[in-house]
């Protein structure tokens, strides 16, 4: 993005976003720590209210102890259940949970029964009734004041939840809201870093192919045939060399095209040949092989070839996949491999047959005109090498004619 206007616009966006976020996080924050100290103060009441109780019902016992003066006890339980009744009250108020706010609740009708049952416990016992007071007091009196604890033992857990929740919840907005600010941060760096404009790309990279200058496609026929020809690719056709022509004009993507479209529709062998052929004249090519990795994976065998005589194919042998020639390298490596042309030598080009599990075999062509120094004429046997490794199967039984492929 160049537009300064737009970068200046963008970085203020930013910062006010980033701001925003921070006040969010600092807020929220905020509503957490006051939850927590709400929490202390309620369970420092609740812990007060519980004293209250638990001294409400050991003092209504005292009514009937022996030695103990009643006038005195009566006042202390009635102090203490005011007391407890103002406790339970700011309780209410303070409840942050509503199951805490039910609970004190019934703490407070609760508290009603006790002092209901107290009052007929104190008639009792001023008559001298000991008996009958202490019935009540160890019935309806130690139930009510059970309910009381057990009503504010219910307001503390619902607290504590409540706050848990509530702490947990400050922390997953602040950790949201923070994501949310980075991922903002850098959204915009990004949009504000120069892009530097790439230099075009040539249609075949070094990383793509490597030449080899040493070795040729060997197209040698087998050491097992009968009047095995010399090394050369051009000697194993017997075919003269041609003398020098005119370059061709560079490759047609059209006849790239054509020749895909004719692999799409290749169902079996018998139309393969005539592939074969308007590939090589794609690539301006003398000849042409098909070479396919035998199961075993050590050795390459020829499937079918264009632009030698028919005897040719029958007697070439396989070729080592560790052989130190380019169509071995390009089986290796899966890059496309070039050979030099030479004094009175084609060049060559082999292509490899790649597919999802690997090379398949190499497509090697001996190409006029320096085609192998010419990226369009590599760009084209890539294509149509892949096209091909996708298609062919693995080579027939050594007992069968390997003049055609499984497809």
Same mark, same amino acid.
């Given at each position: ?154 307001? +503390? ?76 690719? /051009?000697?194993? *056709?017997? *075919? ?51 070479? /396919? /990795? ?8 020829? !499937? ?49 047959? /790649? ?5 398949? +075999? ?17 760009? *084209?046997?890539? !294509? ?24």
């Amino acid at each position: 993005m160049r537009s300064r206007a737009a970068r200046l616009t963008l970085t203020l966006l930013a910062v006010v976003a980033i701001g925003a976020a921070a006040y969010f996080a600092w807020t929220t924050r905020i509503r957490a720590r006051v939850a927590v100290e709400n929490a202390a103060a309620f369970e420092a009441a609740r812990a007060s209210a519980l004293r209250d109780a638990f001294e409400l019902r050991a003092a209504q016992q005292a009514y009937v102890a022996a030695g103990q003066t009643e006038a005195f006890w009566f006042e202390r339980v009635a102090a203490t259940a005011d007391a407890l009744r103002s406790g339970l009250n700011t309780l209410t108020s303070a409840a942050q949970a509503p199951a805490a706010g039910v609970a004190l609740e019934e703490a407070g009708a609760a508290l009603q029964d006790f002092e209901q049952s107290d009052r007929r416990i104190r008639r009792y016992a001023s008559t001298g009734q000991k008996l009958l007071a202490s019935d009540i007091i160890f019935s309806d009196g130690f139930e009510a004041s059970s309910r009381i604890i057990s009503a504010l033992d219910r307001a +503390g857990d619902a607290t504590a939840r409540a706050v848990a929740t509530v702490s947990r919840e400050a922390e997953r907005q602040q950790i949201m809201t923070a994501a949310g600010a980075a991922a903002l941060a850098i959204f915009v760096m990004l949009l504000l870093t120069p892009v530097a404009v790439a230099a075009p790309a040539t249609p075949v990279t070094p990383a793509e192919t490597a030449r080899v200058d040493s070795a040729g496609l060997d197209l040698r026929p087998s050491s097992r045939a009968a009047k095995p020809p010399a090394d050369s690719p /051009v000697e194993v *056709a017997n *075919a003269p060399v041609p003398a020098p022509q005119p370059p061709p004009p560079t490759t047609e993507i059209q006849s790239v095209a054509a020749v895909c479209a004719d692999l799409a529709r290749l169902s079996d062998t018998e139309n393969l040949p005539v592939i074969l052929a308007k590939t090589a004249a794609m690539l301006d090519a003398s000849g042409l092989v098909l070479w /396919v /990795v035998h199961p075993d994976g050590e050795e390459l065998v020829p !499937i079918a070839a264009y632009g030698y005589p028919a005897s040719v194919l029958s007697r070439m042998g396989t070729l080592r996949t560790d052989a130190e020639n380019a169509t071995a390298a390009a089986f290796r490596t899966g890059l496309l491999q070039t050979v030099s042309a030479g004094s009175g030598v084609y060049g060559a080009i082999a292509a490899p047959l /790649v597919s999802p599990s690997g090379s398949r +075999g190499v497509m090697a062509a001996e190409v006029r005109h320096g085609g192998e120094n010419q990226s369009a004429r590599l760009a *084209a046997a890539s !294509i149509v090498a892949a096209q091909l490794g996708m298609i062919i199967g693995p080579p027939a039984t050594q007992s069968e004619d390997r003049s055609t492929a499984a497809l």
